[in-house]
């Protein structure tokens, strides 16, 4: 997908294609000056750092609520692929499929299969992982790391290899990315699939022949086959359709000859991606239409969970508008916002000058497409039905794109510092930049970690300014993992435990890992249990409260969270015992 | 833009390293001072904490940390699930980072000290309400009866009932010391505690509605002052549901004084009924009678004092 033919190796390496390094001066260098063997290095060095530093890091990390549905669908798949190898016409039957697609089918199938081939190989054959919960987590893993190599590949197209760098580890190093990128869950590897569908659509449309459209209509099957979010790709393929024809015709030119690959494209989309999703996932293979139906019925009626904005839980319509918007101020790195923002703006300025000099769009017009996604993204949020108790992981579709024009901001910076100071013209000037830049988002996500879903930025005061400003700073339960040594220490054996929002799989899964006693008994009601967890949540202050009752105490034995914030409690019955 | 010279430039090549270092700065300025270092806070608190003190972390999301540090003894169950701090006559709180509690914005400050990040401040209440009778504080066989109308039923008191707790969306915890009556756990008449619509705790007596009928809380040998106070409502969760409305009868010595209606959606909803003739009476019976045309998950809990 990233390989590059000789027409792009030329277009690297004119590496600052806007008004910033349009003057009289010598053309100042790229940033960088890269050969196909090093751009390959660099890409494989930044796919293999990335899926190192995640799987080094995940251990810590507690398992969060939906972890624990998937982790049970991958084994029912797991069981449905052994019975495929052995029992190919039996497992091909509908009550095979039915009985191992059934689980989970409101989501669909490709990397929870993933997931299960993982763990059949990775951990049940081979035994590469310490913990069983890791091999589940691997595919996203991968996936995550992909992106990062692409994002990069994209960039470092575009702007240049510093500039590559620093948009795809901003991409990374966003603490809500970071945090999501460890999970065995679907929203990261579709931010994954999106990307990857988006890019091959612009090769598509800056290309000749049918490869690229139809492995873009792959890619949206398999887009399709991982989460719902893909639904917007058509969205994004149109629009960007109707700006090309529209630029087109401003310049008064036939207006076919410009949108006929994105038309082509959209072609394929639409006979290829629901053959691909028809193929993977078994689920589909009976009762087609009516399934299909419910899948779609299911997340457009999706119900309403709880989410608190600014001091007040939203569970039913209206949601509030300002939502993705302020949690998107509130959790992604200023600097990385501010790059972006230079980004679009320059892309903005750029495919206006060129809209009113009536010349074609530059790159066929990549950064309006990148600008189109993003508000693609974002878009089903400024209807005040949206759910929005994903948090920031709905729209985290958006966030590869924001990261392109993160490295378009960041090459503008850098072109100007060269323009001003023309001691600062050797490459290596973009490298020290580039580590200032990144060093907040570095230092933001490693000090969250395993606390992601708590991270805020300076701009609203960190987490403390964040639970004062009464934002959400935990859910699904994941904290858990942040208190199993205390567990293992405190509990007397055979003790019970209220896991509060942590799913059962989940639960189970961190004593599979043996990173939790395994005679540790989790129970459903805090009024039965010796020790309760209470993950803070706004809309789950009742259950704290339950605690206070049953155990007939407000001191808990333990709190822990990020930055002094509480995320986690842990209460203990006078007559629990020790261990 | 000629007019701005270089300006432009600059301030693109300055923008991300000079917004980069001040957000790397700022990530190690902002962190709030982690659960340990609370601890000196019970060395401070305790020797000025007087009973009858009312206890205020301040901001509340840090409460958690100080009720780890002081305990249940400073840190009451009763104080943190008030329903108002007018009867406190003086309040202690803790500050952390210059928050202040706007419950206590009435008080007075009589001492402050600086310990580490906190500020400590001792705080009096100009015109404490005195409470000349709390309900909550007399559910027991002593001063309590407890009936059902429809059919006619004497609740039993008991210090052995099954504690049970409903979780996210369920009842809040029975308590083990409660008025246990026919049909099961949910027609028990005890002391617990629950989420308002703010997810502010409200210490409370459960009173669920009975199908038919009204549930009856007879108060014996209580003091009467000028009126009766308090609040009713349910879980907030349970509120949702959107049932039948709830009714709270205050009858003292035999005669209707008040109906206090509740819908969902009002809340923790207060109440005062003015005790009129009956004011200042040194020992009357209050029957509080709770009723509901549909008894379905009213969760219904209140709490009440005399003053």
Not at chain 1, 61 to 77: M, S
Not at chain 2, 213 to 236: D, K, N, Q, S, W
């Amino acid at each position: 997908m990233s390989g590059a033919s000789p027409g792009e190796a030329a277009s690297a390496s004119e590496a600052e294609p806007t008004a910033a390094s349009k003057s009289s001066d010598p053309p100042p260098p790229p940033l960088l000056e890269p050969s196909t063997r090093g751009r390959f290095a660099v890409t494989v060095a930044l796919f293999a750092s990335v899926l190192t530093l995640l799987v080094t890091t995940c251990s810590g990390l507690g398992y969060a609520r939906d972890e624990g549905f998937y982790f049970e669908a991958a084994r029912a798949y797991g069981k449905w692929f052994e019975l495929f190898v052995s029992d190919r016409a039996t497992a091909l039957q509908r009550p095979a499929t039915d009985a191992a697609f059934g689980v989970n089918h409101e989501h669909p199938a490709l990397i929870k299969s993933l997931f299960a081939l993982s763990n059949l190989g990775l951990e049940r054959k081979w035994h590469v992982f310490d913990e069983p919960g890791t091999s589940f987590r691997f595919p996203a893993m991968v996936l995550a790391a992909l992106l990062i190599a692409s994002v990069y590949r994209w960039g470092e197209r575009r702007f240049g290899r510093a500039a590559g760098l620093v948009g795809a580890l901003s991409l990374l190093f966003a603490p809500r990315f970071f945090y999501h990128a460890h999970l065995a869950c679907f929203d990261v590897p579709i931010a994954a699939m999106f990307f990857f569908t988006v890019l091959a659509y612009s090769r598509a449309v800056s290309t000749e022949g049918s490869y690229w459209p139809l492995v873009t209509g792959l890619l949206f099957g398999l887009s399709l086959d991982t989460k719902h979010n893909s639904w917007f790709l058509p969205f994004v393929v149109l629009t960007h359709l109707v700006v090309l024809g529209t630029n087109a015709w401003l310049r008064r030119e036939r207006v076919w000859p410009s949108i006929h690959r994105s038309a082509m494209t959209l072609v394929s989309m639409a006979l290829v991606g629901p053959i691909v999703v028809f193929v993977l996932w078994p689920w589909l293979w009976h009762d087609t239409l009516t399934r299909v139906a419910d899948y779609a019925r299911f997340h457009l009626q999706h119900e309403y969970y709880n989410m608190e904005l600014f001091g007040r839980t939203y569970w039913e319509p209206p949601m509030p508008r300002s939502y993705a918007w302020v949690m998107t101020l509130a959790t992604v790195p200023i600097v990385t916002l501010v790059a972006g923002a230079i980004g679009a703006a320059r892309s903005l300025f750029t495919a206006a000058k060129q809209t009113r000099a009536r010349e074609p769009l530059e790159h066929g017009g990549e950064p309006l497409l990148w600008g189109i996604a993003v508000l693609v993204c974002y878009a089903p949020w400024l209807r005040d039905s949206t759910p929005i108790f994903g948090g920031t992981k709905h729209w985290m579709t958006a966030y590869p794109f924001l990261a392109l024009f993160v490295a378009s901001g960041f090459e503008a910076s850098i072109l100007a510092t060269r323009k001003l100071v023309a001691a600062l013209r050797n490459g290596w000037f973009a490298y020290v930049v580039a580590l200032v830049v990144l060093a907040p988002s570095v230092r933001e996500s490693l000090h969250a970690h395993p606390w992601g879903l708590g991270a805020y930025t300076p701009l609203v005061g960190g987490t403390p300014g964040a639970a004062s400003l009464g934002l959400n700073r935990s859910f699904w339960g994941y904290n858990t993992g942040a208190v199993v040594d205390y567990l293992n220490r405190e509990v007397p054996e055979g003790g019970r435990v209220y896991i509060h929002d942590t799913a059962w799989p989940s639960w189970e899964m961190l004593q599979e890992d043996g990173r939790l006693r395994p005679d540790i008994r989790a129970v459903s009601a805090v009024s039965s249990a010796d020790f309760a967890l209470y993950h803070h949540e706004q809309h789950m202050q009742g259950e704290e409260y339950q605690a206070w009752v049953a155990f007939g105490t407000v001191r808990p034995d333990l709190v822990r969270g990020l930055d002094g914030v509480p995320t986690i409690s842990v209460y203990r019955r006078s007559s629990a015992g020790t261990r | 833009m000629k007019r701005l010279g270089r300006l432009p430039l600059v301030a693109l090549a300055a923008a991300l390293p000079v917004v980069a270092m001040f957000e790397l700065v700022a990530t190690f300025v902002v962190p709030a001072p982690e659960a340990a270092m609370y601890e000196p806070l019970e060395s401070v608190v305790a020797p000025i904490y007087q009973p009858g003190d009312l206890v205020v972390m301040s901001p509340r999301w840090a409460e958690p940390n100080a009720r780890a540090v002081l305990g249940d003894h400073v840190m009451r169950l009763e104080d943190l699930a008030r329903s108002d701090a007018r009867r406190y006559p003086r309040a202690i709180e803790i500050s952390l980072d210059g928050a202040r509690s706007s419950e206590l914005a009435a008080f007075h400050e009589k001492a402050a000290r600086e310990v580490g990040p906190f500020t400590v401040r001792e705080l009096e209440n100009p015109s404490p309400e005195r409470v000349l009778y709390d309900f909550l504080d007399h559910v027991d066989p002593e001063d309590l009866s407890v009936s059902g109308s429809e059919p006619s039923e004497r609740c039993r008191f008991t210090t052995h009932g099954e504690v049970l707790s409903g979780g996210l969306g369920g009842n809040p915890t029975f308590p083990r010391r409660r008025f246990q009556c026919s049909g099961g756990a949910f027609f028990g008449v005890g002391v617990t505690v629950i989420a308002d619509e703010d997810f502010l705790p409200r210490r409370c007596i459960f009173a669920h509605p009975t199908e038919h009928g009204a549930r009856v809380l007879r108060f014996e040998h209580v003091p009467l002052g000028e009126r009766i106070v308090g609040h009713l409502g349910m879980y907030t969760i349970i509120e949702r549901v959107r049932g039948a409305p709830i009714e709270l009868e205050v009858s003292v010595d035999g005669e209707r004084l008040a109906t206090i209606r509740h819908e969902d959606g009002e809340g923790w909803k207060r109440f005062d009924v003015p005790l009129g003739a009956h004011g200042g009476a040194s020992s009357a019976t209050v029957e509080l009678g709770v009723r509901s045309p549909d008894y379905v998950d009213r969760h219904f809990c209140f709490e009440a004092t005399v003053r």
